[in-house]
């Protein structure tokens, strides 16, 4: 019962790092139309930007500080420098531009600082463990990034929802043009919400240091899987990828903990081991694709 | 008349381009792994072989060569692709460089079938040492089993009677672990794959602290290895439960991002740092000189690949045209390894010795690989004798 426990929460744990990408890309997706493969590089400079920071100051709230301005900077001169001339091409001209960007940035890294992954070292006051129940022992660390992405996923459920910007940035995922008609700036709206996905994803970037490895390519790595929370969400939907995140990080969590262990009822040991891998790793595409069937926008698609 | 003149005057340009060709320089292809979380391990391998040219001054075995560098990006299709250009338009002879086995594994058959020689410095298949070798394809680094054979032996050695075992879902994780077991007398407790492209292991790291093994052994190679180190010191698992690994999971780079909680680490491998001979000596001399970084055993294969390719080419005076000559002068692997004795087993894989390495506290309190007992000797690998040459 424990170890489900702790698998509950190493789900949910994912799943809040999944929303913080997640938010980001849904927004900038569904209010501006671009599909921007380069937010994992965004995420990626957040978690170096950290990384120098702390390595040179040995504090973690500059670190934070220094992630959150890197990647914003770099969100909003990506925007204006490059994304700002995509809104009126057609997807694949998106995706190139983007996925040059991935280059040109991993490039950079890699000159900037080589191949060789960094250390971030846990900030001392999120070190070790807590017992949470009798025999269920938790990292701080990990609590804390589910602590934080639940008030993120609470802040931005406020901003979008009570505030004047959260309403333009509502009526602009629904419909672009009338928003547009009726005079409002769009282009600065479109720089602060891509701003704000690119905070996100610099945060993202920062909290992923301690536990993963910083290095040149993370942010492809997770790329891939927020995609996917994007489209189970619906596009364009902040509560769409909130749910969606959570259901990827304790499905995916939950099938590589369990399946295996499942099919080894019916099956020879490590045949089992084998074919539970295989599957654990294509469920979460499964699972889109049958949501897809049920509800081609995804769950939570904004103009439903 | 007329036609023999035409036939006469094609042979002796024809001629003419053959010996024209033998004064350039002999290109090699290197197919290798530069970017994402691995890329070190391709960038590693791709300089410990320039460190061997760049010592005789843009040659091997005093034959000029060129060195032509492709990144696979770790897709097995990349690979393929890239072979294929070298192969057929730079019409590449020699080629080297492969991290990964995946990527081997569909880039070796086309270019061991296309009439060239491959000399693999790290990944080495199962599936491609037995019924599969073949007289073009020779590996300087180990089998990939025999790598984590020594892991196992290491583990029965070390008196350990239940263990975990990980590692991720493809060919060398699947070696690995059968690797493990065909030398692990005690009990396996827990089996699990991972993904080649995972980050976090909160999940694998429950499943161990609720197995309760005597000991861990997984294979991460990369990225992977230090997160999974990384992520398994946090859990809180260091302490509790000893870990053995093969030197994939624990190489310099590893070992430098995990820092001091490594030490305690019971690693095995067929080369390391501070092996005392004259080739490895001037070899880490060679690496402090030119780069700045932690030296790995990836750089050492590269190294060691590079000299054996520059021995056969010396036997062969630069003529790759003969691919018997090649191969035999090639077989013969007349050359000072940087990890001491070595030879070509029947399958064309090293036959070598194993030690058991420790991560103890260097002189300056930075954690080191301390070479240990040897773990086997003259060591083969499992399928050699399946191979019919």
């Known amino acids: ?51 120098l920071v702390i390595g040179q100051t040995g504090s973690f709230l500059l670190g934070i500080l220094a992630a959150l301005g890197a990647a914003a900077v770099t969100g909003v001169v990506m925007e204006m420098v490059v994304i700002r001339r995509l809104y009126r091409r057609d997807h694949l001209d998106q995706v190139l531009a983007t996925f040059a960007i991935i280059l040109i940035l991993n490039q950079l890294v890699t000159i900037l600082f080589g191949r060789q992954p960094l250390f971030v070292p846990m900030p001392p006051l999120l070190e070790g463990s807590v017992e949470l129940l009798p025999g269920l022992v938790y990292p701080v660390y990990r609590l804390s990034i589910i602590l934080v992405g639940l008030l993120v996923a609470a802040g931005l459920y406020l901003l979008i929802n009570r505030t004047r910007i959260g309403m333009l940035v509502r009526a602009g995922s629904t419909n672009r043009d009338m928003v547009r008609a009726l005079g409002v700036d769009i282009r600065m709206l479109y720089t602060l919400v891509f701003g704000l996905g690119a905070l996100l994803a610099g945060l993202a970037g920062l909290m992923a240091g301690p536990i993963l490895a910083v290095q040149v390519g993370m942010g492809e790595q997770i790329l891939i899987t927020t995609f996917v929370v994007v489209v189970i969400g619906g596009v364009g939907s902040i509560r769409g990828a909130f749910f969606a995140s959570l259901i990827i990080g304790v499905v995916d969590t939950m099938l590589r903990a369990y399946l295996p262990g499942l099919l080894r009822q019916v099956m020879v040991g490590s045949e089992a081991d084998a074919l539970g891998a295989g599957i654990s790793s294509m469920g979460i595409y499964l699972l889109m694709a049958l949501v897809l069937l049920v509800r081609p926008k995804g769950l939570f698609a904004a103009d439903s | ?350 036959v070598q010795d194993w030690y058991a390495l420790k991560v103890v506290a260097g002189e300056d309190g930075k954690p080191v690989l301390k070479t240990g007992d040897r773990i086997l000797e003259n060591h083969s690998d499992a399928y050699a004798a399946e191979c019919k040459l």
Request: net charge negative; hydrophobic share 45%; aromatic share 10%.
């Open chain 1, 1 to 51: 019962m424990t170890l489900f426990l702790e698998q509950m929460l190493n789900g949910l744990q994912f799943g809040v790092m999944l929303f913080l990408m997640a938010a980001g890309l849904t927004l900038i997706f569904g209010i501006m139309g671009i599909i921007n493969l380069a937010h994992g590089s965004i995420y990626m400079v957040g978690a170096y930007a950290g990384t």
């Open chain 2, 1 to 350: 008349m007329r036609m023999k003149t035409v036939l006469l005057t094609a042979a002796a340009s024809a001629a003419m381009a053959v010996t024209g060709w033998a004064q350039e320089p002999v290109k090699i292809g290197m197919i290798t792994t530069l970017s994402g979380p691995a890329g070190y391990l391709g960038q590693d391998i791709r300089d410990g072989f320039q460190l061997a040219i760049d010592a005789e001054g843009d040659k091997l075995g005093g034959v000029p060569v060129t060195l032509m560098v492709e990144d696979d990006g770790l897709k097995p299709g990349n690979g393929r692709q890239i072979a294929d250009r070298f192969l057929n338009n730079e019409g590449v002879k020699l080629f080297t460089g492969i991290v990964f086995s995946n990527v081997a594994g569909a880039t070796v058959p086309d270019i061991v079938d296309g009439e060239a020689i491959y000399v693999s410095p790290n990944a080495a298949p199962s599936n491609m040492a037995g019924k599969g070798c073949h007289e073009n394809y020779f590996v300087v680094s180990w089998q990939n089993d025999s790598l984590h054979e020594s892991a196992g032996q290491n583990a029965t050695n070390l008196g350990y009677k239940s263990a975990f075992v990980l590692a991720p879902n493809y060919q060398a994780g699947k070696d690995a672990i059968s690797g493990f077991k065909r030398f692990f007398k005690g009990e396996i407790v827990g089996e699990v794959y991972t993904r080649l492209d995972q980050t976090d292991f909160a999940a694998e790291m429950a499943q161990i602290r609720d197995a309760k093994p005597e000991v861990v052994f997984q294979f991460h190679p990369g990225g992977l290895g230090i997160t999974f180190m990384r992520q398994y010191q946090q859990a809180g698992l260091l302490d509790a439960v000893p870990m053995v690994v093969a030197e994939p999971s624990m190489d310099g780079v590893i070992l430098n991002a995990v820092g001091e909680a490594a030490i305690g680490v019971n690693v095995s491998s067929h080369w390391n740092s501070d092996f005392d001979n004259e080739a490895n000596k001037a070899f880490v001399a060679a690496w402090q000189k030119a780069y700045d970084r932690p030296l790995t055993y990836y750089a050492s294969q590269g190294y060691d690949a590079a000299r054996v390719i520059a021995s056969a080419l010396k036997a062969t005076g630069g003529d790759i045209e003969d691919l018997d000559a090649f191969r035999d002068a090639l077989r013969k692997a007349d050359f000072q390894s940087v990890r001491g004795t070595f030879a070509f087993g029947p399958n064309q894989h090293p």
